[in-house]
């Protein structure tokens, strides 16, 4: 499986960005899927997941800016983010793994990430 971030840049504050992460490989593979972000000097965090079924996480920082959404006919994971924050930059890291029937939200139960894409909120 591979994963292949893109749609990071440099947006100011209020601005918007998709973020999308093409994969191959298996829907089974790709039944849990996320993004993590990790500003410097700090922890990766779960921004937000979703299942096979279509459950989703936010994390309380990004909800109601960020949307998670899936296109398995395409392998693709995307992430809308809106209302963006100097706070929201950081690296963006899409994850997927072989877990069936809910959201994935610890980061060691992912066997497969991107190599990031790089966003930038500026004030």
């Known amino acids: 499986v591979q994963l292949v971030e893109s749609g990071g840049g440099l947006v100011q504050a209020g601005g918007s960005l998709r973020l999308s992460c093409a994969a191959s490989?298996?829907?089974?593979?790709?039944?849990?899927r996320g993004w993590y972000r990790q500003a410097p000097g700090k922890e990766r965090e779960l921004v937000a997941a979703?299942?096979?079924?279509?459950?989703?996480y936010y994390a309380d920082s990004v909800k109601g800016r960020f949307t998670i959404s899936r296109d398995d006919a395409k392998r693709t994971l995307y992430l809308q983010m809106n209302s963006l924050k100097p706070e929201d930059t950081g690296m963006y890291y899409c994850?997927?793994?072989?877990?069936?029937?809910?959201?994935?939200?610890?980061?060691?139960?992912?066997?497969?990430w991107g190599q990031g894409t790089q966003v930038t909120v500026s004030s």
């Open positions: 490989g298996s829907i089974f593979r790709l039944a849990a």
């Open positions: 994850a997927a793994g072989p877990i069936l029937g809910r959201v994935v939200v610890i980061a060691d139960e992912y066997d497969y």
């Open positions: 979703v299942s096979l079924g279509g459950s989703t």
